[in-house]
């Protein structure tokens, strides 16, 4: 899920350009972009969205 105001991923703080080109990506322009995220996350004031508990079970 995109972000409508930072325009970032919820989950990885990715833009939608850098998520489609991905794949693509030289390593070393992933391992930039991956740098970068932690404060670009912090900056837009968003939170990593916790990874979904395997098999769907709910955690209390």
Sequence with gaps: MIDPKSRLCFGCGRTLPEIARWGRMESG?????????????ADAGLQPLAPAAKGGAKTA
């Excluded at 930039?32 to 932690?38: H, K, N, Q, T």
């Design 29 to 41: 322009e992933r391992l930039s972009i991956m740098a970068e995220l932690p404060a670009r996350m």
